[in-house]
Structure formats: structure tokens, C-alpha cells
């Protein structure tokens, strides 16, 4: 959400947003791109402004970030000792 309001004070301001690994994101990321894409459809819809499609790759960034985090943490191993007699 953080991303999404800079994004939006920035697109007021027009001060645009470059991401030069956008290309990189779409190719290597299609799943996270898209929805991205979905996501920033909503909100261009929502708020009334254009999204770049850097800024769309910015948010696919933090999208991929959160499933990583999620999922890094739902795959720990959980260990109980037991005592040895």
C-alpha cells in the first residue's frame, strides 16, 4: 500500500516512474506480471488515473516479494524435543 500511494502522489505531480528491468519482469515473471496488470487495472479504474507499465512492474515486484516471504515462512520446519531417557 505504501507503493500504491507514492504511486499516486506521484501520478498527480507527473512525475513518472522508470523500471528498466519492466521487460525482464514480464518474460521471467508472466504469472506475477499479470496479475499485477489485473491489480493495477482496478485501481486505474478506482482512482481515476493511468498506470505506466513500470509502475505495474514495480507492483509485481512487491507481489513477487510477498509470496516469497509467505511462502518462506509456511515452509519452515517446526521441531519438537524430546527428551532422551
Do not use: P
Given at each position: 500500500?505504501?507503493?500504491?500511494?507514492?504511486m499516486y502522489l506521484r501520478f498527480l505531480n507527473g512525475i513518472p516512474?522508470?523500471?528498466?528491468?519492466t521487460l525482464n519482469i514480464r518474460i521471467e515473471y508472466p504469472i506475477l506480471f499479470d496479475m499485477s496488470v489485473y491489480f493495477c487495472?482496478?485501481?486505474?479504474?478506482r482512482l481515476n488515473i493511468t498506470i505506466s507499465e513500470d509502475e505495474t512492474s514495480f507492483i509485481a515486484l512487491h507481489f513477487g516479494s510477498f509470496i516469497e516471504q509467505?511462502?518462506?515462512a509456511d515452509c519452515k520446519i517446526k521441531l519438537n524435543t524430546v527428551p532422551i531417557q
Open positions: 500500500m505504501v507503493h500504491v500511494e507514492s516512474a522508470r523500471n528498466l528491468s487495472s482496478i485501481l486505474s479504474d509467505k511462502s518462506s
